[in-house]
């Protein structure tokens, strides 16, 4: 073994078990060390349970042993704050759910347990999941491990981070808008927002309910689509032959290292024919956030009354301004989302997948205000229900990483991972950070 614990994948880590030169337990002892000697800067983890995670790790050492490992047999991962893990908070990131304690594991948690995976503990995030900067009021903010000072992006921030930092081999975020993906550009590692319900909502603190997926971040493709296989019963592939990108990317203003990946990506795809969007990338975005404001709105009313200062300043603000909308404003805000579900499903049906931008910036420094648009790429397969896969695609030139994503048809995530696989070597855009 001449490598460190912490860099090797759900691959490695069972290359390693089954030649017998380490065990679960060692590994997992290695990255609570790592966390030890690294969270202190990153702030990633909110929550750890090494007891419980020893104990996993002494089982799937029996596992090994016996030569009956299960799929993720032995690979530590960590869990976002707004999903149940048994004997942790799932706080959500809300100072008023402090006490929230989980009686049981999430549904896709227990997945987890259920093939050899290791829960390490729980990872910060925005808020209540509104937001993509992971600068919490009451948990801090979590830091980008290619620039301490920089956010990771959110609301996944600590799942970003905690991945791309090795301390965890992959993390499970939630994507509200773009809250996987987002982290996955700014940290630099893959990450995919499946198909609306294709992973159970079974235990996670709901921002909103038809906008929300559960979503794995790891390191490497093949660790992501390992995992995904795990949480998601894939079908068979459908194929994909030439995706299609949108015209003059809908005119958001993108940094040129971002454009340059997206172009190079349609380049190696033979992407040449675009479609257009019925209305403004801005606009529609915006439509998706009054309705998470109204649904988050809606869905702490209780715990804000019984605990007002609980809830911060600013999400008061944000779940505040939908249900300020008239009437007439909020049937406009759905007319522009059906159109826009309907544009994305005709475009996919065409073409198969769609490919864009994953943001269209690269990391911020967390002294600077989250740039306005940097939802309006991811919000459209949250908006149509569909799955989306961030690749790194490459940094820029201060060495902060950039990505591209690829939107499928509803169910098609296996088509994803196969078309994303050759696009993968082509841009050979990952890059760890320096402290991996």
Not at 12 to 27: D, F, I, K, N, Q
Not at 166 to 195: E, F, H, N, Q
Not at 313 to 329: E, M, N, Q, V
Not at 389 to 408: F, R, Y
């Amino acid at each position: 073994m001449t490598e460190p614990l912490h860099r090797h994948g759900v691959a490695g880590l069972l290359a390693l078990y089954r030649a017998g030169e380490t065990m679960p337990s060692s590994v997992v002892e290695a990255a609570f060390d790592r966390i030890a000697a690294l969270n202190g800067d990153l702030n990633a983890f909110v929550e750890l349970d090494e007891p419980g995670a020893m104990q996993a790790a002494a089982e799937s050492d029996r596992q090994i042993l016996s030569a009956a490992p299960r799929p993720l047999e032995g690979v530590p991962v960590a869990i976002k704050a707004n999903i149940d893990v048994e004997g942790l908070v799932t706080s959500a990131g809300i100072a008023a759910r402090k006490d929230c304690v989980a009686a049981t594991d999430a549904k896709v948690v227990a997945d987890l347990r259920n093939a050899g995976a290791i829960v390490l503990g729980t990872l910060n995030m925005e808020e209540a999941a509104l937001g993509a900067k992971t600068d919490n009021p009451w948990l801090g903010a979590a830091q980008n491990p290619h620039r301490i000072g920089h956010t990771p992006g959110g609301s996944s921030g600590g799942s970003g981070a905690a991945v791309a930092a090795g301390l965890c081999v992959m993390a499970l975020g939630t994507d509200t808008l773009g809250s996987v993906r987002v982290p996955s550009a700014y940290c630099g590692v893959y990450g995919l927002k499946p198909t609306y319900n294709a992973i159970s909502q079974h235990g996670l603190e709901i921002c909103e309910a038809s906008l929300d997926a559960i979503g794995p971040l790891a390191r490497s493709l093949s660790d992501l689509e390992i995992v995904s296989r795990v949480l998601i019963d894939m079908a068979e592939p459908q194929t994909i032959e030439t995706p299609v990108t949108l015209e003059a990317l809908g005119d958001v203003e993108c940094q040129p290292a971002v454009v340059t990946a997206h172009e190079k990506a349609a380049g190696q795809l033979g992407a040449s024919e675009s479609f257009a969007l019925p209305d403004p990338l801005t606009r529609i975005r915006f439509a998706g956030f009054i309705r998470a404001s109204r649904a988050l709105h809606d869905h702490l009313a209780d715990l804000r009354a019984a605990d007002p200062d609980g809830l911060s300043d600013h999400l008061k603000f944000l779940i505040d301004i939908g249900p300020k909308r008239s009437d007439a404003d909020l049937a406009e805000d759905e007319a522009v989302l059906a159109r826009t579900r309907e544009a994305l499903h005709a475009a996919v049906d065409a073409h198969g997948a769609i490919l864009l931008p994953t943001v269209p910036q690269v990391a911020f420094p967390h002294s600077e205000q989250a740039p306005v648009n940097q939802a309006d790429f991811t919000c459209l397969a949250n908006i149509a229900g569909l799955p989306a896969l961030s690749i790194p695609a490459g940094v820029d030139e201060t060495g902060l990483p950039v990505a591209v994503q690829l939107i499928g048809a509803a169910g098609n995530e296996a088509g994803l991972f196969d078309m994303a696989r050759g696009l993968d070597v082509q841009l050979d855009g990952y890059r760890p950070p320096d402290l991996f």
